[in-house]
């Protein structure tokens, strides 16, 4: 029996891009909550609530 080769992409193969912010201990200890109570890790939580307010913003 032939064994596959393990097949790896490179990180950032996803579209994804490393970036730093920074934000205020309140919000983040909110977001470690809601990822807690979601079972979301947060960096899914961040993009999920970054991605909705992208597609929802208005500008006035």
């Known amino acids: 029996m032939m064994n596959?080769?393990?097949?790896?992409?490179?990180?950032?193969?996803?579209?994804?891009?490393?970036?730093?912010?920074?934000i205020k201990e309140d919000?983040?200890?909110?977001?470690?909550?809601?990822?807690?109570?979601?079972?979301?890790s947060r960096n899914e939580l961040i993009n999920v609530i970054l991605k909705y307010g992208v597609e929802n913003i208005e500008i006035e």
């Open 4 to 22: 596959k080769p393990l097949k790896l992409k490179k990180r950032g193969e996803d579209g994804s891009k490393v970036i730093t912010v920074r």
């Open 27 to 40: 919000t983040l200890s909110a977001l470690d909550q809601l990822a807690a109570e979601t079972n979301y």
